[in-house]
Each structure stands twice: as C-alpha cells, then as structure tokens.
C-alpha cells in the first residue's frame, strides 16, 4: 500500500504512517502533477494546501482513502470521492485549541494595534497616540458558529470580561447555557457586537454569509475576525466597508484563494493578516498527523476509521457485534441480486428479534452492497448508498416484532413491476449464517461458495435423476437441501457444489422431468 502525503505533515505522522506504507512526501505539486501521480497511491494524506478536485478523484483509480490533517474539508470533492468509493476522514479536535487561541491572538492585535505599532517602531517611529487601542473587557463579541473552536473562545473570552452572544443553528440552548453564554440570531448579532468571529465550516449556507447588507446593520467601529474560511466574511464587502471606516478592523488568518495575492484586503491598513497560521503550532500539528495516519493505515487494514465524513459513524463496538449480520446479508444481497430479474425498483430490509434492538445500519449497508458487487458494480462501504441511488432503487429498512421462530431474522425482499423476491436468514450458534428461506420455500442454506438452485415438482425420482446429471459431469455435491411450499406442488432444491457448472450441465438439469428451472448461483 502507498501513501502520498502532499501537504507539509508533522514527522510523526510521516514516521506512524511508514510502520505498514510505502510513504512518499511530494508537496507543492500543481494540480496537473498530482492528477498525473495520483493513479499510483491508495492513500492520501493533506491538509488545506491540496484541492482535491473531481479531476483528482477521477484520476485515482487505486485510491481508498482521503485523509485531511485538519478540519476543514472544503478543498476535497467529496461527493465526487463518495461516488468513488473513497474515504474521506479528518482529524476533529486536534487543532481546536490551536484555532482558539489564534482567534484570541488575532482579537488581541486588532483591539490594540499590534502589527501596526510593530512595523511602525521598526521603521524608527516612535507614535504612542497613534497606536491607541480599546479594551475588550465590557464588550460584545459575537461568535458565528458555537462548535469545537467558537466554544473554546467563548469560554475563554468570557475570562476576559466580555459578552458572549453566539449563533449556530445546529446548537442548543441547553449547550449554550452550559457554557455560560446566550444563543442569539444573526441579527442580533450583527448589530450588538463590537467583535465578531466567525467559526463555521464553509459550505454552500455559509459563503458570503456576512456580505454588504450585513455590513450595513453592524454597529459602527465593529472589528471582524476570521480564523475559519476565506469567502464566509465577502472579502471585497469588508474591504470596502473597512475602507469607508465603517468597520474599525479585521483580522484575518484565511482567504478565499490561497496565497491570497491580489486579494483587497491586503491594502486595508486596518485590517491584519496572518497566512492560514490557525492550525500551525507545534501541538496540533503532531496531534492532527498523527490522528490522521492512524485512520489511513486503518482503512488500508480493511477496519472503518472513526472520523470518516462520507460513511455513517460505526462504532467499532458496533461492528463487532454486527459482523455476522453483515456477513450475512451481504450474502442474502448477493442471492437477491442473482434470483431477480432485471427492473426491480425497490429493496426493503426488515430486522425482526435480537438483531433489530441493535444498530442495523451496517448491516442494511452491507446488504446493498453485496447485491450491487452481484450485480457487477463496484460497491463498497462508502458508495453503496449512493450507487443504489443511482441505480433507481428504492431502500426501505423497518423493524418487526415477527420472528418467526427464530431468535434473529432478516428478511430482504427485492421488487418491481415483474415481482418480487423475498430471502431470509438469520445468525445461529457460534454467530454462524444461514439462508432459512427463499421466496416461499424454507430451506437450511450455508452462505457460501457456488450453488445450483432448482424449483422442481413435488414428486418422487426428480432429486435421484438430477444427482446423476451431476455425477455424470463430475460435480462434487458438498450439500443438498430441499424445501417446500407450506403447501403447493413446487419444491425448491439447493444443491452446494464444488466449482460452477456449465450452462450445459444446467440445461441437462432442466431437461430432467419435473424439473421446472435451474440457475447456478455464486454467494
Ligand atoms: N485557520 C485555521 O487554521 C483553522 C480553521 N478551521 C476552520 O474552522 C472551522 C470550524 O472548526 P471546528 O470548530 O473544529 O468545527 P465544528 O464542526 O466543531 O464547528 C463548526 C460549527 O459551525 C456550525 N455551523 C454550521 N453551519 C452553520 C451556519 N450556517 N451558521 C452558523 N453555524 C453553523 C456547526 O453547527 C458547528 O457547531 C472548520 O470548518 C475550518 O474551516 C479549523 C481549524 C484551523
Ligand atoms: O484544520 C483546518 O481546517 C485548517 O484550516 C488548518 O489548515 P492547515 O492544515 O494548517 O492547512
């Protein structure tokens, strides 16, 4: 397994990541050099320097895994990696005190004039009048997004003597008060802030979120604060309004492109400027590499990492206890796929007993993708959802009180215009799988290998003459199960054999009298 690592990555990362990878260390490439190099890697490892564009993704044809050492995942196309099959993790946390403290660093500056005063002494002035600055103690900071990072300033800020107003829909005011601080709307925001930061990732809501309108109901002498993504605070808006003196001063630490050459706000005296630093302190750099070279090396072992932004959070203890579920349905999905006929627009997957008072979500995943693989799409973890999708089928997934006898049943039913099939199973003993039913025959189906399956009358001299069809052929029969309807004059015969049969053998099958049809089906 090789690993490319294309942004700067603390050694330890490097060093963790070469215990089980070939690691190569290529930063600085252009974007037409990595689509060039990317075909070779299984994984990647960046942070924000590399735009992991749908070009990338189309490019790597080995890749499984994205791993972003860092938060923000706004340079990687990850509906584009999702269709893929590929990972995308990240390293939540890791640098959330880092962020924190540069937001503070940055407040810090603008409220008395650091940078300024600095390059002023430097320069032989010596302008005290100048460089006076305000207190932050009494005043109104708004904080724009209360998660990792906007929590940690507000706890910290609120040391300070200041009063913390924050916005963030997906927070509540339980979480708020917990901190000691109220929720407020953006409004509120805007215009009863002497400060405000802004701490939300960047996304399709978030861009432009403070534009010229915001600026015009802002308190005026307000300063901003942006440690979070270029293009959430329009850059040409605050230029201007900093410009027209407006707005006191900004802070800035991320812009829209990166360098950010030409950008406006370079030629705002009052506004500072650090290039994308947030993240960059001896701490979190160790603490993000690290985090995420343990995620790589544990998608390259085939286990699911636990930061994984386009698969549902398992927990490994989850996995645990469902693995013989999804090993089993897996294989149910695999026998849907072959019993069925083209057209079929729907799957529904019921859980009844035990398996359904626990997260089945796993499981309903790795049904779809057995039956996708059977189908000869290339399903895994991360896409089968999506490919389903794009195939025009349906998913449904309920619970039932039914068991049916058994302690644990799935049921996965499988229909369109032309009909439906239906496939139980449930895990038994020592977590072993077995087919129970099909359609509406019950059989004792082991999940493995090639089977013939026939549907036959239900009559004696049928099994006989089809063994001897076998024989003839020199097909091993490794097991043999019969079933019937619970009542009705058809019975189902499945056959375990060593290795596939022709579609010649199959037809001798079907010649056989009473035999109605024979299909070869691989699990
Ligand atoms: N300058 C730097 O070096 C660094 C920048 N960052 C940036 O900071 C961002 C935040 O990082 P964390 O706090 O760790 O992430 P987080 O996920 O813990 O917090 C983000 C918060 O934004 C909120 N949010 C989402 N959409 C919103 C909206 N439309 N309006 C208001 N709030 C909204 C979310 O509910 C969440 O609470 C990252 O996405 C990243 O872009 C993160 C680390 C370092
Ligand atoms: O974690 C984040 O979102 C950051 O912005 C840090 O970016 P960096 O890894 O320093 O390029």
């Known amino acids: 397994?090789?690993?490319?690592?294309?942004?700067?990555?603390?050694?330890?990362?490097?060093?963790?990541?070469?215990?089980?990878?070939?690691?190569?260390?290529?930063?600085?490439?252009?974007p037409e050099e990595l689509v060039e190099r990317i075909k070779d890697y299984d994984a990647l490892a960046i942070r924000s320097g590399t735009k992991v564009t749908a070009e990338v993704i189309a490019a790597a044809d080995k890749l499984k895994v994205i791993g972003r050492a860092g938060v923000g995942v706004d340079n990687v196309d990850i509906d584009a990696a999702t269709k893929k099959g590929i990972i995308v993790v990240n390293t939540p946390g890791g640098n959330t005190i880092s962020a924190a403290e540069h937001t503070i660093a940055m407040m810090l500056s603008l409220a008395r004039n650091i940078p300024l005063a600095n390059a002023s002494l430097k320069?032989?002035?010596?302008?005290?009048?100048?460089?006076?600055?305000?207190?932050?103690?009494?005043?109104?900071?708004?904080?724009?997004?209360?998660?990792?990072?906007?929590?940690?300033i507000a706890s910290r800020m609120k040391a300070f003597g200041m009063r913390?107003?924050?916005?963030?829909?997906?927070?509540?005011?339980?979480?708020?008060?917990?901190?000691?601080?109220?929720?407020?709307?953006?409004d509120e925001i805007f215009r009863e802030s002497d400060f405000i930061t802004v701490h939300t990732p960047l996304t399709k809501e978030t861009r432009n979120l403070i534009d010229e309108d915001q600026f015009k109901i802002m308190k005026p002498g307000v300063r901003l604060i942006n440690c979070a993504r270029g293009g959430i605070i329009n850059e040409e808006a605050l230029a201007k309004a900093v410009a027209e003196g407006r707005v006191a001063g900004a802070a800035i630490d991320v812009f829209t492109k990166e360098p950010p050459a030409g950008n406006p706000l370079l030629d705002q005296a009052g506004v500072i400027v650090t290039p994308h630093l947030g993240a960059s302190t001896a701490e979190a750099q160790v603490n993000v590499a690290v985090a995420v070279a343990e995620q790589i090396l544990a998608v390259a072992r085939g286990e699911l990492p636990p930061n994984a932004l386009n698969m549902p959070a398992i927990s490994s203890e989850t996995l645990a206890a469902m693995r013989p579920f999804m090993d089993l349905v897996e294989k149910m999905g695999r026998l849907a796929a072959q019993?069925?006929?083209?057209?079929?627009?729907?799957?529904?997957?019921?859980?009844?007993?035990?398996?359904?008072?626990?997260?089945?979500?796993?499981?309903?995943?790795?049904?779809?993708?057995?039956?996708?693989?059977?189908?000869?799409?290339?399903?895994?973890?991360?896409?089968?959802?999506?490919?389903?999708?794009?195939?025009?089928?349906?998913?449904?997934?309920?619970?039932?009180d039914s068991t049916n006898g058994y302690s644990n049943i799935v049921t996965l039913t499988l229909s369109g215009p032309k009909g439906s099939?239906?496939?139980?199973?449930?895990?038994?003993?020592?977590?072993?799988?077995?087919?129970?039913?099909?359609?509406?025959?019950?059989?004792?189906?082991?999940?493995?290998?090639?089977?013939?399956?026939?549907?036959?009358?239900?009559?004696?001299?049928?099994?006989?003459?089809?063994?001897v069809v076998l024989g003839e052929d020199s097909i091993n029969i490794g097991g043999m199960h019969v079933g019937r309807k619970a009542s009705g004059g058809e019975q189902i015969m499945v056959l375990n054999v060593d290795h596939p049969v022709s579609e010649e053998t199959l037809g001798r099958l079907t010649s056989v009298s009473g035999v109605i049809k024979a299909k070869m089906i691989k699990l």
């Open 421 to 467: 099939v239906s496939v139980y199973g449930t895990v038994y003993g020592k977590n072993e799988g077995r087919i129970v039913q099909i359609n509406e025959y019950r059989v004792y189906v082991p999940t493995e290998g090639y089977m013939i399956m026939a549907i036959h009358e239900d009559r004696p001299n049928i099994i006989g003459p089809c063994c």
């Open 164 to 186: 913390i107003l924050a916005y963030d829909p997906f927070v509540t005011a339980e979480r708020a008060a917990d901190l000691g601080i109220r929720l407020a709307t953006l």
């Open 123 to 152: 320069a032989g002035e010596w302008n005290r009048k100048k460089y006076t600055g305000v207190e932050v103690y009494n005043k109104t900071l708004g904080i724009v997004g209360l998660g990792r990072i906007g929590a940690e």
């Open 1 to 30: 397994m090789k690993v490319l690592v294309s942004d700067p990555l603390s050694e330890e990362g490097v060093r963790k990541l070469e215990t089980e990878m070939e690691v190569d260390v290529i930063t600085n490439l252009s």
């Open 339 to 400: 019993l069925g006929e083209d057209g079929y627009d729907r799957l529904e997957i019921v859980y009844g007993g035990t398996v359904a008072e626990k997260d089945t979500k796993p499981v309903t995943i790795s049904a779809v993708k057995g039956f996708l693989d059977s189908l000869g799409h290339s399903a895994n973890f991360v896409n089968s959802l999506v490919k389903l999708r794009e195939c025009g089928i349906a998913l449904t997934e309920s619970k039932t």
